[in-house]
Nanobody, 126 residues
Framework: QVQLVESGGGLVQAGGSLRLSCAAS????????MGWFRQAPGKERQFVAG????????NYADSVKGRFTISRNNAENTVYLQMNSLQPGDTAVYFC???????????????????WGQGTQVTVSS
């Protein structure tokens, strides 16, 4: 059974940075596209960033382009989200997700992802 565990969330002031990690276990990481989503209170979960298996392709939500960077270390079955210039609007629970059926396509819809972590809270104060 696949397990995804996020870490690295916390409280940060506006303009600050955080680095989220997502460690995968229970199944080979090979071939997975990985994504980060977030869900703010009272809002639907939304796509933040995605990365293909060999990191050849990435995709970002417009709201985070130029501030967030997704990366991965396949040897360690881990995907990262470096978040810079954080704003109060980035406050949310952040989830990582795995898609092992779509090849190199980076989907932005959560229905395309096969496994999810439990999330890590990111709070940005003004």
């Amino acid at each position: 059974q696949v397990q995804l565990v996020e870490s690295g969330g916390g409280l940060v002031q506006a303009g600050g940075s955080l680095r989220l990690s997502c460690a995968a276990s229970g199944r080979t990481f090979s071939g997975w596209t990985m994504g980060w989503f977030r869900q703010a209170p009272g809002k639907e979960r939304q796509f933040v960033a995605g990365i293909s298996w060999r990191a050849s392709f990435t995709n970002y939500a417009d709201s985070v382009k130029g501030r967030f960077t997704i990366s991965r270390n396949n040897a360690e079955n881990t995907v990262y989200l470096q978040m810079n210039s954080l704003q109060p609007g980035d406050t949310a629970v952040y989830f990582c997700a795995a898609d092992w059926t779509s090849g190199i396509t980076i989907h932005t819809m959560e229905a395309n992802y096969d496994a999810w972590g439990q999330g890590t809270q990111v709070t940005v104060s003004s």
